[in-house]
């Protein structure tokens, strides 16, 4: 059979062919690949919790860590399912910023209505991405070339646009959304020492948790009915409980500060739209045969050229849909904007597990490796490090994160491209 079932494989948990014959599917299995990631996402919020005397912990903290890099985490989410097909997007700075330049003038110029400037802008991401995607798939330009051109032309469409000058501001709707946060709507309920805390956040959270009980409850009855192996009972229970603890302390802290902010709601449903597709639809599906092995897709009836048309048409949506956020941010389109946003979100992709072959990866492992950058930016502005510094752990943390691919890979014994 192709490589291209391994591939998938290898981007779950672990799910395979069934166990041997006369030997029960309940035992514990370790991705390294996959969990490597969270331990070392769970070591570096230790360590610079210790060397900022708990602050980075804080809840104001904690909120700006996300607020603040929301676009990436947008940005990721796209940058991850291109990275699994094989491709990959060097533009999307520049299209968060003419993207961010054509809200601007809709909203702030010519007075359109917020909503459909929203649709117009997320439209003209899309047409964008299909400008790229027709090179890349129909044309047979490599996505590095296409997409460095790209960054070229867009960057120069938006001095254009915005006349080397920046415009502003921006709807309160849309600041609301990129900076707001959602209301006291039930008021608050007493921590105890902790003091008062928002209850439709925090009912929010608790939703959230069962939510991720019953879908990977649901996960291991499938498997076990496909006589796929799985953790023992205790330790699925264990890893449940762990993420459970995060998703709630995150969620405390969140309503203790202002609520949840209204961009992270923005981003849970983005999170959970794109999971579904990758691992449950057959669109997803077909994202990971044409990175694991373009030549068996080909051979099994996948429209390989339609799959990677639409991924970029989807990375185009996603770098408009950042480009609103950011730009409400800063309350104006600048022409700077979106500088170097490329280089961070490919980090959060292979930071979170993606291989650099393709065929491996997922959604929420973008999420993480972009929350580790984040947690790095943040940590060493706390303790005041000079900005080099940062660049220079930041680079450390990447180059570590796709040695790690290599050394996983050589130990599998898969091969590996030079």
């Given amino acids: 059979m192709s490589s291209t079932a391994p591939a998938v494989a290898r981007s779950g948990n672990g799910a395979g062919s069934g166990p041997p014959n006369g030997r029960s599917p309940v035992r514990l299995t370790v991705n390294v690949r996959q969990s490597g990631i969270y331990i070392a996402f769970a070591l570096i919020v230790a ?5 900022t005397g708990g602050d980075l912990l804080q809840p104001q903290n904690i909120s700006n860590i996300i607020v603040q890099n929301s676009y990436i985490l947008i940005l990721a989410i796209g940058m991850i399912l291109v990275i699994i097909s094989g491709h990959i997007d060097l533009s999307v700075g520049s299209v968060v910023a003419v993207t961010g330049a054509v809200a601007a003038v809709l909203m702030v110029n010519h007075d359109v209505a917020w909503p459909l400037a929203l649709l117009l802008t997320l439209g003209a991401g899309a047409l964008i991405g299909a400008w790229q995607g027709y090179w890349i798939a129909y044309f047979g330009i490599p996505s590095f070339i296409v997409t460095l051109a790209g960054m070229l032309l867009f960057r120069a469409l938006t001095l254009t646009v915005l006349g080397n000058q920046g415009i ?3 709807p309160d709707e849309i600041r609301t959304l990129s900076n707001g946060f959602t209301g006291g709507y039930l008021g608050n309920v007493g921590l ?3 003091g008062g805390a928002d209850l439709v ?20 009855k499938a498997r076990l009915g496909y006589k796929q192996t799985v953790d023992p009972m205790p330790v699925f229970l264990l890893k449940i409980a762990a993420a459970g603890a995060l998703i709630m302390a995150v969620t405390m802290q969140l309503a203790r500060f202002r609520n949840l902010p209204w961009v992270l709601v923005l981003l849970a449903a983005l999170v959970l739209g794109y999971s579904l597709l990758t691992n449950r639809a057959v ?3 077909r994202i990971y045969a044409v990175g694991g092995n373009l030549q068996a897709a080909t051979l099994s009836g996948v429209k390989v050229k339609s799959v990677v048309f639409w991924i970029f048409v989807n990375m185009g949506v996603l770098s408009a849909l950042a480009g609103v956020i950011f ?3 800063l309350n104006q389109a600048g022409p700077t904007a979106g500088n170097a946003f490329e280089l ?4 959060a992709a292979f930071i979170g597990g993606a291989a650099v072959q393709g065929g491996v990866g997922k959604v929420v492992g973008a999420i993480t490796g972009g929350l580790i950058m984040g947690v790095i930016n943040n940590g060493m502005s706390l303790i005041g ?3 080099e510094r940062v660049m220079l752990v930041k680079g450390i943390v990447l180059l570590a994160a796709v040695a790690f691919d290599v050394w996983t890979k050589r130990r599998s014994g898969a091969p590996i491209l030079r």
């Fill in 283 to 285: 669109f997803g599906r």
């Fill in 385 to 387: 490090a000079p900005s």
């Fill in 192 to 194: 105890g020492a902790l």
């Fill in 47 to 51: 360590l610079f919790t210790v060397l």
């Fill in 327 to 329: 730009a409400g941010r």
């Fill in 168 to 170: 502003g501001p921006f």
């Fill in 201 to 220: 956040s925090l009912l929010a959270g608790i939703a959230a948790v069962a939510g991720l009980a019953v879908a990977q409850w649901r996960t291991r």
């Fill in 344 to 347: 961070d979100a490919i980090a």
